[in-house]
């Protein structure tokens, strides 16, 4: 389970939010899933620390059960136990409105197919942490992709742990351009991609 965060940091915050967050005051932020609230409570903390602004916004299917979100201690993982009461308002945060959890940090998270929201043009920088193509691979071909690169803004980011071949082809197909970076710890590539 905390491999997830070596991978999430690696990926989603250094390898996209600190790109994105250079120069600005204010960022928003698109997740593929929601999860854990892991990718979404990394960001929450860097915002304070870049002092930026971030709207972001949670695309969640399944939403975690109570009991398993309960057994899930990020914050003292983390070594940031102050912030415990945060990580419990990322989850404990209703569905479908916007919810400011710090001055730096507000949240929406939107229990839907991610395929049914309608997105337009107003993200900076998508978090695209949806299972593997093995397991969902509808999520890693065009006409999904295409979908978020409607969501971007011009120069927004996608950000992922998939390095695929046949995913990075369809990333070009659909207009993005395409960067393959160095993986986290135990995968050798992630991909960074770019709307043009």
Known sequence: RYGAVQESRHVFIEAGLFLKAIGKRQLSILEMGFGTGLNAF???????KLNISIHYCGVEKEPL????????NYPEFLGVQDKSALFTALHQSPWEE?????KFFSLCKLHQLFEQVD?????DLVY???FSPNVQ???WEEPMLAKVYQALLPKGVLATY??????????????FEVEALPGPPGKREMTRATKA
């Open 137 to 139: 691979p509808e999520f």
């Open 42 to 48: 990394l960001t929450l903390i860097e915002a304070e």
């Open 162 to 175: 998939c390095a695929k071949g046949s995913f990075k082809r369809a990333l070009k197909a659909v207009g």
């Open 119 to 123: 997105f337009c043009s107003r993200y």
């Open 128 to 130: 695209y942490d949806a």
């Open 98 to 102: 916007e919810v400011a959890i710090t």
């Open 65 to 72: 059960t109570d009991s398993i979100i309960n057994k899930i």
